[in-house]
């Protein structure tokens, strides 16, 4: 029971008075029941040798030892707790300064407020004039920039046409000149082919003559040949002039006069080969017109 008490009050630090107050009746009682069993009637001499039990009332010491550790915690509580109060009361006291001082700081910075917006409206005032003072001269500036600008556009527009029409006269001329250079070079190249052809015609001319009088120097004439014999002979060679075969296409004497001829042909072989190489042809048909004699 008393064991219950003391951890309840160990459990409640509110209560400490109350711990107090039982360790005080826990050690009046002690002291109570020793005075009654001294005084005890029936232990007076004459009363014989027969005594009453005493009973005793025992206190247990770990419960003593626990009533004392409880009421120190119970002060050292109550002594912790009022060393928070003065701490606390003392720091609520320097809150309350420290309130103080910012309030007044906090005025004074309103009276030197009041004296910055006055100035700052002053400022606004005169930041407002010189800003719409800017925005003028802005303006004039943008007015002259874009005059500026459609100046350089019209300039640049009249530089493109005349760069255009330059260009424009630049490619007349070049296709002129082209059309003039192609118009030479065609006629430089007509005239050299004609050139050509007419080498190339002077050198196979050349070419049958020679084969002419290589035939005449080998043709022996019949007799009865007529005046202005003319006839046309087919010559098949090699390269080297050497004759494979020879053809009469059309001739005006007989046959006698035309088989003369072939046999001439045959005797002139290898025939002359051209100068030219370019006049070389494997198959010709030259004319055979011997001189009259």
Known sequence: MIGSLLQWIRSQPMFLGLSVLLHVVIAALLILGTS????????APGRGNEHNPIQAVTVNESDYQAAEASIKKAQDAKE????QLKAEAENAEKARAKAEHELAQLKQQKQSTASDVQNTQKQLASQSQQLQQLKDQADKMARQRK???QKIAQLKA??????KAQADEKARLAKAQAAAEAARKSQ???QMQAEQEAQMKKDRGNWEAAIMQRVTQ??????????GLDCSVQITQLPSGQVVNAVMKQCNGNSVVQQSILTAVRKASPLPTPDNPDVFSRTITFEFVPNQS
Do not use: C, F, M
Request: aromatic fraction near 6%; charge should be negative.
């Open 36 to 43: 009654l069993h001294g005084a005890n009637p029936q232990d």
């Open 80 to 83: 912790a707790h009022a060393s």
């Open 147 to 149: 005059e500026y600008e």
């Open 158 to 163: 009249e530089a493109d046409k005349a760069k």
């Open 188 to 190: 430089v190249q007509a």
């Open 218 to 227: 080998n043709w022996i004439r019949p007799p009865n040949t007529p005046q």
